[in-house]
């Protein structure tokens, strides 16, 4: 069945990168839009930012605007999210997400698929 698996999280300092990896399964990986979402302890799970399928046009939250770089290569099955300039306010476990959406911007009700996580620890 369809499956995304994230990886690439850990332990980094303020000011640092990290590069998250979310892989998918399915065969027609092209046609869907994807998204980048994050919990941090104590608050509801909210979406960083997603790109969508044909134009690839990105959106990103404002808490991670100009700091964070949605990705992905159709024919490897791959999504990415950079993160750079991080802070403690960015330790979360970061989660992706598919969109059965073409050519179109997905909203959180879209999703309906969605990977288990990976911890991000933002650290001195």
């Known amino acids: 069945q369809d499956e995304l698996v994230e990886s690439g999280g850990g332990l980094v300092q303020p000011g640092g990168s990290l590069r998250l990896t979310c892989l998918a399964s399915?065969?027609?990986?092209?046609?869907?839009?994807l998204g980048w979402f994050r919990e941090a302890p104590g608050k509801e799970r909210e979406e960083v930012g997603n790109?969508?399928?044909?134009?690839?046009?990105?959106h990103y939250a404002d808490s991670v605007n100009d700091r964070f770089t949605i990705s992905r290569n159709n024919a490897n099955n791959t999504l990415w999210l950079q993160m750079n300039s991080l802070t403690p306010e960015d330790t979360a476990v970061y989660y992706c997400?598919?969109?059965?959406?073409?050519?179109?911007?997905?909203?959180?009700?879209?999703?309906?698929?969605w990977g288990q996580g990976t911890q991000v620890t933002v650290s001195s």
């Open positions: 997400a598919a969109a059965t959406l073409w050519y179109r911007t997905p909203t959180r009700n879209d999703y309906k698929c």
């Open positions: 399915r065969f027609d990986f092209e046609y869907y839009a």
């Open positions: 790109i969508r399928s044909g134009d690839m046009v990105t």
